[in-house]
């Protein structure tokens, strides 16, 4: 048993899960990152605002009583562009969701179809092992579904394995691209 186990911690299992967790986790941030890129203001949305800017400063320094009309004007005006930018962001927001919304719904399908292929397909059966030093206080936690102990080992199971590279590859992928 304890070949069979040492055999199987120096294999190339833990850290193939842990590259297709990690790529996973990057493409949804790199989506999530080029989404936030193409959400940018357009040129049109920048002017409209600086015409708005501009019409609303001229309204408000127009304070007189006989230039109360004109100031009226100035104000309906901006109302006007602000009503056209908010429809300018409405149909950039639709845009969004139908080109990156179908990506983001395959993607999620995806990282579950993984998670659970790989927690029915490593069920009971040991990812790695690691020295019972490096981890006193949580190895059993570790261990928890792998189905076997060894001496001066920890055995690691394929939850935590799984839980564990989720939150690495998160750290990594937000310093990467942030």
């Known amino acids: 048993m304890e070949e069979k186990l040492t055999e199987h911690g120096k294999s190339l299992v833990a850290p193939a899960i842990f590259i297709l967790v990690f790529s996973l986790h990057f493409v949804s941030k790199y989506l999530e990152f080029h989404k936030k890129k193409k959400g940018s203001m357009s040129e049109l949305d920048v002017q409209l605002r600086a015409e708005i800017r501009q019409l609303l400063k001229e309204a408000s320094s127009l304070m007189q009583p006989s230039t109360f009309v004109q100031a009226a004007k100035l ?25 990156f919304g ?6 999620t399908i995806s990282k579950v179809l993984t998670y659970v292929v ?6 009971k059966i040991p990812i790695t092992t690691i020295s019972d030093q490096l981890v006193q206080p949580f190895g059993k936690l570790l261990s928890w579904r792998s189905g076997a102990y060894l001496k001066d ?3 690691v199971g394929t939850i935590p394995w799984l839980i564990v590279s989720t939150r690495v590859s998160r750290f990594i992928c937000r310093k990467v691209l942030e």
């Open 75 to 99: 104000r309906r005006m901006a109302a006007a562009k602000e009503k056209e930018l908010a429809k300018n962001e409405e149909m950039d927001d639709k845009d969004m969701k139908l080109s």
């Open 118 to 123: 790989l927690i029915l397909w490593f069920w």
């Open 153 to 155: 080992n920890v055995v």
């Open 102 to 107: 179908t990506y983001e719904k395959l993607l």
